[in-house]
């Protein structure tokens, strides 16, 4: 009964006529960005957080039109995936792999209409999974002491350098290099400045948002730039769209299945999405076998990944409210988001401020219905987007970015040091490296150091109170697990690569 009267009150948030409409425009921008190859919800987020503030939005708006575009953003990735072979983002990739070839058949309508279909029910799922789950883990939340979060901390590195990474050294550097920028700043303890080079604009530390919209926004105007916008031709040309009721009549159990295993995958600290989207289509293979087709454009080859993608969606959200650990790369976003608005995720977030995460929960559930309605009728209109040049998108990033950072802070040492992290995640990305991991070495920085000063000063500098409950000893070894267990299965976790014309 707690659970019907929390949404009742969310409802009474989400349903006024001014988030409605941040939640509709949410959902319009997000499916625009994730329909775009490369934007990605990481990078439409990032670069949209800015004008939360310059709007002079109040917490519960920020979060509802902030969300609404993540879950656009995960619908959007379809698009380009089906029509061009080119992933919108990384989880979007999977559903190339049989949506490209129902597209090169002449089925393009079908496989848009029923991946659309499939990410409503993996990411309604998921939204009453994190209805039912959430309020659950934050009562076991209150269990957490300093030794506790910091194994929860050092699980979310681990887990990002594990499951979610090709490559678990390079993934460690990049979150050494995110706890290295964490650590710029006047030390809270002593007064002492640490790793500021004299320099009296980084005494306050590096502000988050700036190295999020550097790392990404600005990092991908290089990328631009470098390949003079290549790759947004539309190859495949959408004739009349109908809704294929037989397909997805055919696919209800594969949508249900595949919800589940992405929503659980979304869970792990730092799985996110594209782990989501991999085990559902990888699972249901395993089902269908060699005479279900998958990879030859079968229907449930679409709807699988997308289900499960979406559905990760939400599950990432969990641990972000709950623990204040994201589960993914836009949760991180979405998480520095948070903390700039003075909302500590945790357990004690559904007590202290009920109307924010139950609005936010109701908002998502509408956010779903509006971009399912908006998804299958008007998918034409986002397929004119993509052919939209990129010499007159990419200048619209830059000014969006910039402006955004110059009315938070109105520094112009933060538009250098925005530029700077652009240069550090070009090279990134050139080496491989991921940079979410820095991302979350930026976030969790700080509250890692300080959980770990706790536990030091309530155990007398004993560093064995560190593994001295059985939660930490539990999280400590699915952190070494987590790190460890993909180098011995790097086989069986090899993704599919994308078909090639």
Same mark, same amino acid.
């Given at each position: 009964?707690?659970?019907?009267?929390? =949404?009742?009150?969310?409802?009474?948030?989400?349903?006024?006529?001014?988030?409605?409409?941040?939640?509709?425009?949410?959902?319009?921008?997000?499916?625009?960005?994730?329909?775009?190859?490369?934007?990605?919800?990481?990078?439409?987020?990032?670069?949209?957080?800015?004008?939360?503030?310059?709007?002079?939005?109040?917490?519960?708006?920020?979060?509802? =039109?902030?969300?609404?575009?993540?879950?656009?953003?995960?619908?959007?990735?379809?698009?380009?995936?089906? =029509?061009?072979?080119?992933?919108?983002?990384?989880?979007?990739?999977?559903?190339?792999?049989?949506?490209?070839?129902?597209?090169?058949?002449?089925?393009?309508?079908?496989?848009?209409?029923?991946?659309?279909?499939?990410?409503?029910?993996?990411?309604?799922?998921?939204?009453?999974?994190?209805?039912?789950?959430?309020?659950?883990? /934050?009562?076991?939340?209150?269990?957490?002491?300093?030794?506790? #979060?910091?194994?929860?901390?050092?699980? /979310?590195?681990?887990?990002?350098?594990?499951?979610?990474?090709?490559?678990?050294?390079?993934?460690?550097?990049?979150?050494?290099?995110?706890?290295?920028?964490?650590?710029?700043?006047?030390?809270?303890?002593?007064?002492?400045?640490?790793?500021?080079?004299?320099?009296?604009?980084?005494?306050?530390?590096?502000?988050?948002?700036?190295?999020?919209?550097?790392?990404?926004?600005?990092?991908?105007?290089?990328?631009?730039?470098?390949?003079?916008?290549?790759?947004?031709?539309?190859?495949?040309?959408?004739?009349?769209?109908?809704?294929?009721?037989?397909?997805?009549?055919?696919?209800?159990?594969?949508?249900?299945?595949?919800?589940?295993?992405?929503?659980?995958?979304?869970?792990?600290?730092?799985?996110?999405?594209?782990?989501?989207?991999?085990?559902? #289509?990888?699972?249901?293979?395993?089902?269908?076998?060699?005479?279900?087709?998958?990879?030859?454009?079968?229907?449930?080859?679409?709807?699988?990944?997308?289900?499960?993608?979406?559905? /990760?969606?939400?599950?990432?959200?969990?641990?972000?409210?709950?623990?204040?650990?994201?589960?993914?790369?836009?949760?991180?976003?979405?998480?520095?988001?948070?903390?700039?608005?003075?909302?500590?995720?945790?357990?004690?977030?559904?007590?202290?401020?009920?109307?924010?995460?139950?609005?936010?929960?109701?908002?998502?559930?509408?956010?779903?219905?509006?971009?399912?309605?908006?998804?299958?009728?008007?998918?034409?209109?986002?397929?004119?987007?993509?052919?939209?040049?990129?010499?007159?998108?990419?200048?619209?990033?830059?000014?969006?970015?910039?402006?955004?950072? #110059?009315?938070?802070?109105?520094?112009?040492?933060?538009?250098?040091?925005?530029?700077?992290?652009?240069?550090?995640? #070009?090279?990134?990305?050139?080496?491989?490296?991921?940079?979410?991991?820095?991302?979350?070495?930026?976030?969790?920085?700080?509250?890692?150091?300080?959980?770990?000063?706790?536990?030091?000063?309530?155990?007398?500098?004993?560093?064995?109170?560190?593994?001295?409950?059985?939660? /930490?000893?539990?999280?400590?070894?699915?952190?070494?697990?987590?790190?460890?267990?993909?180098?011995?299965?790097?086989?069986? =976790?090899?993704?599919?690569?994308?078909?090639?014309?």
């Amino acid at each position: 009964m707690d659970t019907l009267a929390n =949404l009742a009150l969310g409802f009474s948030v989400a349903l006024s006529p001014y988030t409605l409409m941040l939640a509709v425009i949410g959902c319009f921008l997000g499916t625009i960005i994730g329909a775009l190859p490369g934007l990605g919800p990481s990078n439409g987020v990032a670069i949209l957080i800015p004008i939360t503030f310059t709007l002079g939005l109040d917490a519960t708006s920020a979060l509802v =039109l902030m969300t609404s575009v993540y879950y656009g953003a995960m619908y959007g990735g379809r698009i380009s995936s089906i =029509l061009l072979n080119i992933p919108g983002d990384e989880p979007a990739l999977m559903t190339t792999l049989d949506g490209y070839p129902m597209a090169k058949a002449g089925r393009a309508g079908d496989a848009l209409v029923l991946s659309g279909v499939a990410s409503f029910v993996g990411a309604f799922l998921a939204t009453v999974g994190l209805m039912l789950l959430a309020p659950m883990l /934050a009562r076991v939340a209150y269990l957490f002491g300093p030794a506790e #979060y910091f194994a929860l901390y050092l699980l /979310a590195f681990c887990t990002l350098g594990g499951m979610a990474s090709n490559n678990q050294a390079k993934s460690a550097i990049a979150s050494c290099i995110g706890l290295g920028i964490a650590m710029i700043g006047v030390d809270n303890n002593s007064g002492i400045p640490r790793l500021t080079g004299g320099n009296m604009h980084l005494a306050d530390g590096v502000d988050f948002l700036v190295a999020i919209v550097g790392l990404f926004a600005i990092a991908e105007i290089f990328f631009f730039i470098e390949s003079h916008g290549k790759g947004t031709a539309i190859g495949v040309k959408l004739d009349k769209v109908t809704i294929p009721w037989k397909d997805i009549f055919d696919c209800k159990w594969t949508m249900l299945r595949a919800s589940v295993v992405g929503f659980f995958a979304g869970i792990l600290p730092g799985a996110g999405a594209s782990l989501g989207s991999f085990m559902a #289509y990888m699972s249901e293979k395993a089902i269908a076998g060699k005479k279900g087709g998958f990879g030859t454009g079968v229907a449930r080859g679409v709807a699988a990944p997308e289900a499960g993608n979406n559905s /990760a969606a939400g599950g990432a959200l969990v641990p972000m409210l709950t623990l204040g650990v994201p589960g993914s790369g836009t949760t991180a976003v979405l998480l520095a988001l948070l903390m700039t608005l003075n909302i500590t995720p945790g357990p004690t977030l559904f007590t202290d401020r009920p109307e924010v995460v139950w609005g936010l929960i109701a908002s998502l559930l509408i956010a779903n219905v509006v971009l399912l309605l908006m998804n299958v009728p008007m998918v034409k209109v986002f397929v004119k987007i993509l052919s939209v040049p990129p010499a007159l998108l990419l200048p619209g990033v830059t000014m969006i970015s910039f402006v955004g950072i #110059y009315s938070l802070s109105g520094s112009y040492f933060d538009l250098l040091l925005m530029v700077a992290f652009g240069v550090l995640g #070009y090279f990134l990305r050139k080496l491989d490296v991921p940079t979410v991991p820095v991302i979350l070495g930026i976030l969790l920085g700080g509250q890692m150091e300080n959980a770990l000063r706790r536990a030091m000063v309530l155990s007398d500098g004993d560093p064995m109170f560190l593994i001295s409950s059985p939660i /930490a000893i539990g999280l400590w070894i699915a952190a070494i697990a987590g790190f460890i267990a993909p180098m011995f299965l790097r086989g069986l =976790l090899r993704k599919p690569q994308a078909l090639t014309d």
